[in-house]
């Protein structure tokens, strides 16, 4: 396959594929007890698979595949070079299986076909690559001499990871935990979102493919009430890395409290500002990838830039600019490869979308653009939407929609776009569009953010680390900085 595909291609490759329906425990297909849930496609409302759904009895199985891999199997003990061997044929095979996966990650939820070939799938093959590369490349601090003593600090391998993620991005953030878990020596249990389990299913029998030991990773499909729950709550997990939303963060932090006090680390939700001043370098190209930025992916990132706040002098300006692109875009189907914004990820989340539309209105937010579902086919498709007139109290303002919903807000100098920046409960990201040196640095300084874009947006690098503040959480994703998670710093004092 390759990325040329046309459009009658990929619907001719979509009726054929047949994606694994059944958990990854302990190196088998394991089918569970016999209960199973549905995957629907937001394309079209097609069933794409009936796939076991794990209960506790299926976690358990998973914990304990990944306990006795840690405790007793070849992973941990291996060189790490050899680790990352593994790694690389990881990498080599996803790319092999390239279109299969982004045609799955497509169908399963819903974002453009092309995106998913070129962005999401060249970053789960560039996160194993790197991974891979790394495993062998980190070294312990010098040890500690004193006339009689040693003091040794060694990094090792934190344990049994519990990782749990979303599903817009579904192979990207399981790579995120995934790869820099196994390069540390960890084994792993990850529970993939129910609407998108299809991807990481397979990506568990090709990593098994590539000479993963048997129960070094294990993939269990299921809600979150019940299967994440059993995760976060297990004790024999070691390590809960989560990505997904604020309140279900908060969850994992009190299963953690109410079990084994389990290292968490949260990547979670965002409602992030993109500030643009008067003298921004190019007003034209800071519309457009204003734009770009909250219509990506169906508008469902974490860091959409969901908050556009804008200097009055050229508000006008720049939201007659977002909304002509908001117009022009090609919103369809995803498996067509022109298309530019696919469908939400399923109806109910669209439902919930529309339902902040009807809010921003009787709130009394101005709706320059959209603001209705597409009725053509019978997919979960939105109009990208322009709200201006946005309130800071307004829940428009103030709530993560993760949609392809902009909300515009204005003001009138510096100090008060920090504070507006600053007035959320989320920290995960934010954009500014200055021509001047210090106020990009005064500015950036002062945003309570994980990352700050100064005259780009979503701009990122594995060398780079990714992550949150506040109520959008802790610890880093991506870089060496990820090995924190998935290591524990050993000291043995030795006396001579
Ligand atoms: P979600 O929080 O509903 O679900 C995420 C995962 O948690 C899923 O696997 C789900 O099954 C599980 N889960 C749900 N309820 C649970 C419970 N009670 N106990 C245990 N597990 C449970 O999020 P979503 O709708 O899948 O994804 C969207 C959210 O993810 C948004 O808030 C978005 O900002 C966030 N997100 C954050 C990042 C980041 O890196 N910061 C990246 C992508 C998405």
């Known amino acids: 396959m390759s990325d040329a595909t046309t459009h009658q291609e990929w619907v001719r490759r979509a009726h054929r594929l047949r994606p694994p329906d059944t958990h990854l425990i302990d190196g088998a297909d394991e089918p569970g007890g016999g209960a199973t849930f549905t ?13 076991a759904d794990a209960g506790t009895a299926e976690v358990d199985a998973a914990v304990a595949a990944a306990r006795r891999a840690f405790d007793a199997g070849p992973w941990p003990r291996l060189a790490p070079a050899e680790r990352g061997r593994v790694l ?45 590369q790394l495993a062998d490349k980190v070294t312990d601090g010098a040890p500690h001499v004193a006339p009689d003593a040693l003091a040794l600090v060694t990094r ?28 540390a020596g960890c084994t792993v249990v990850l529970k993939p979102s129910e609407c998108s389990p299809l991807s990481a299913l397979r990506l568990a029998r090709i990593a ?38 604020t309140p279900v963060g908060r969850r994992f932090l009190h299963y953690a409290a109410d079990s084994n006090l389990k290292r968490v680390w949260l990547e979670l939700g965002g409602k992030s500002p993109n500030i643009i001043l008067p003298d921004a370098p190019d007003l034209d190209r800071a519309a ?46 995803p498996l067509d490869p022109a298309t530019e914004m696919g469908a939400l990820v399923s109806e109910a989340h669209l439902g919930r979308v529309l339902d902040h539309v009807t809010t921003g209105v009787d709130q009394g937010a101005r ?22 007139r946005v309130d800071p109290s307004m829940r428009l303002a103030r709530e993560e929609i993760f949609g392809p919903v902009l909300s515009v807000l204005v003001f009138d100098d510096v100090a008060e776009a920090v504070e507006l920046a600053n007035a959320t409960d989320y920290g995960l990201a934010a954009g500014l569009w200055t021509g001047d040196l210090s106020t990009a640095h005064r500015v950036s300084r002062a945003l309570r953010a994980g990352t700050v874009w100064v005259n780009c947006y979503e701009e990122g690098d594995l060398t780079v680390p990714f992550g949150g503040r506040k109520q959008s959480g802790n610890g880093r994703d991506k870089s060496a900085h990820a090995l924190e998670k998935y290591t524990e710093l050993k000291t043995t004092w030795i006396q001579l």
């Open 288 to 333: 457009a990838t204003a734009a770009w930025g909250i219509f990506f992916n169906q508008g469902e990132m974490c860091t959409a830039p969901s908050r556009l706040l804008v200097h009055r002098s050229v508000a006008e300006q720049v939201t007659e600019a977002v909304i002509r692109r908001a117009r022009e875009l090609r919103v369809g189907d």
């Open 156 to 183: 090792e391998p934190a344990g049994v990871v519990g990782a749990v993620v979303p599903w817009n991005f579904p192979l990207t953030l399981a790579s995120w935990k995934i790869a820099p878990a196994l390069a």
């Open 208 to 245: 098994a493919d590539a000479g993963l030991p048997a129960g070094v990773l294990n993939v269990v499909a299921g809600d979150g009430p019940t299967a994440g729950r059993a995760l976060g709550l297990h004790p024999g997990v070691d390590v809960l890395a989560f990505t997904g939303s």
């Open 88 to 132: 690389l044929r990881i990498a080599d095979l996803i790319e092999e299986h390239r279109a299969e996966l982004a045609l799955t990650v497509s169908l399963e939820m819903g974002k453009p076909v092309s995106d998913a070939y070129a962005i999401e799938l060249r970053a789960a093959i560039a996160t194993f690559r790197w991974y891979g």
């Open 39 to 51: 995957v629907v496609s937001p394309r079209d409302g097609r069933v794409l698979a009936e796939v």
């Open 367 to 388: 709706l320059r653009t959209g603001g209705a579902r597409l009725t053509t086919g019978t997919g979960s498709y939105l109009q990208p939407t322009v709200f201006d």
